[in-house]
């Protein structure tokens, strides 16, 4: 059990750099076994999520090690094509492990993947895809058995832009006889990542950025060196916990592009936002506007995984905001806890309406999943007095040494492991 120690009223300022990302990492770590191959990973965070990857790899039989920002990998030694659920329930995005073995072993055995609830993530994108890639596959018993030794190019219409089956895609494809295109593909800066590495290790793909990726034949590299792009749901965190205390903040080492909706909305709620190629910097002033309505969409709409911190960077502004959450339907999971510090929050559906109030109080509060954890602490950096955030691994899975890079922004915070 982690337990995050606050104390509220700090306005933060100061600079910061903003972690690799997470959710370019985990897919990248997957594609590197795909042949058999060296792999140098720079710019890596330490997370938990990050870690369990690894320990999926070298059980397969890679030799995978991390120190501290630097990743290595040896994919030569790979022996196994199967991962027990001990192993898939520490992240959700283990799934994303069968497009890789597809294409090296032929086939993949795992079971359906853990992370945190935040309602149905179904699966079936990805698998109605490597079935029409020529893959047979049976779930049972919460087990999915692929069998794919003569996965076949082919022309794929994805009716939702689904980050992990697109992803899952490109990695089972780049072993597929012929050529594969991806209609309706998602478009998050995570793919062009993705798309960016299967490049250097020799793979013919384009496309990432755009709703139509193509990917075609594959001439291996022996060994590659590739930089994982900085973490946008980091950084706006931090712009909104700027945002929430009043602060000056310099990010950097972040693309601006990456989370540009956030920063138009935290623009709109009354700060400064000041970009350079690498950098922010968010001035906001002692209290913020309510900035009206905001739905969050597929990139490049609003992201999803910042609504609830930009949420919490809200509940103190004047006015009254309308979110509407178009992704995930239990995505507001942190209200209950908010209002504990005496936010005013009504939720009806997929709809929450925000009314700013004059003060929030410190309290204790636990954890619900990674994003709303997070929500937690940039509403707790904003409230009068102590709080504390009782949180099972939720926000470490995300956020490297999250405690320490606030309070080198000079917020009041201590986690306890």
């Known amino acids: ?56 790899l070298r059980h397969l ?15 030569q030694a790979l022996c196994r094509s199967e991962i027990p659920h001990s192993l898939m329930v520490e992240m959700r995005s283990s799934v994303i492990f069968m497009g890789a073995l597809i294409a090296r072993c032929g086939g993949a055995r795992l079971s359906l993947p ?8 179904p699966i079936d994108l990805h698998l109605a895809a490597l079935r029409q890639m020529g893959a047979e596959i049976e779930e049972a018993g919460g087990e999915i058995n692929c069998r794919a030794e003569g996965l076949h190019g082919e022309e794929i219409f994805l009716p939702f832009p689904s980050v992990g089956a697109t992803e899952n895609i490109m990695l089972a494809a780049a072993r597929a006889r012929g050529d594969t295109v991806i209609h ?21 793909v384009a496309g990432a950025g755009t709703d139509t990726v193509s990917i075609g034949c594959f001439r ?32 950097r080492g972040v693309d601006p592009a990456h989370f540009s909706t956030v920063l138009h909305f935290l623009k709109s709620a009354g700060c400064d936002i000041i970009n350079s190629n690498r950098s922010v910097r968010v001035k906001a002033p002692a209290r913020l506007k309510a900035v009206g309505e905001l739905e969050t969409r597929p990139y490049p709409g609003f992201p999803t995984d910042a609504q609830p911190v930009l949420m919490a960077a809200l509940l103190r502004a004047e006015g009254r905001t309308v979110i509407t959450e178009n992704i995930f339907e239990n995505r507001y999971r942190q209200v209950p806890e908010l ?35 997070a929500a937690m602490i940039v509403a707790a950096l904003a409230a009068r007095g102590e709080s504390t955030i009782f949180d099972d691994g939720h926000i470490t899975r995300g956020y490297e040494r999250f405690d320490m890079r606030l309070r080198s922004l000079g917020a009041d915070i201590y986690l306890e492991c």
């Open 339 to 373: 209002q504990r510090l005496g936010a005013d929050i009504a939720v009806s559906g997929r709809r929450a309406e925000i009314w700013g109030v004059d003060c929030l109080r410190g309290a204790a509060l636990t954890a619900t999943d990674l994003r709303g954890g």
């Open 61 to 75: 039989g890679c030799t995978a090690e991390q120190w501290g920002g630097e990743v290595y990998i040896d994919s």
């Open 1 to 56: 059990m982690d337990i995050w120690h606050l104390r509220g009223g700090n306005r933060l300022e100061g600079s910061c750099f903003v972690q690799g990302s997470k959710n370019a990492s985990l897919p990248i770590i997957a594609a590197s076994i795909i042949s058999p191959a060296a792999t140098e990973l720079l710019n890596v965070p330490q997370l938990r999520d990050v870690d369990a990857a690894l320990r999926i």
């Open 114 to 121: 853990g992370g945190c609830q935040l309602g149905k993530r």
């Open 220 to 251: 291996p590299e022996k060994a590659v060196s590739h930089r994982i792009i900085p973490d946008r749901i980091v950084a706006s965190t931090i712009a909104c916990a700027a945002a929430a205390t009043g602060g000056n903040v310099e990010m």
């Open 184 to 204: 309706g593909a998602a478009r998050e800066p995570e793919i062009v990542a993705l798309q960016d590495y299967l490049k250097a290790i020799g793979l013919e």
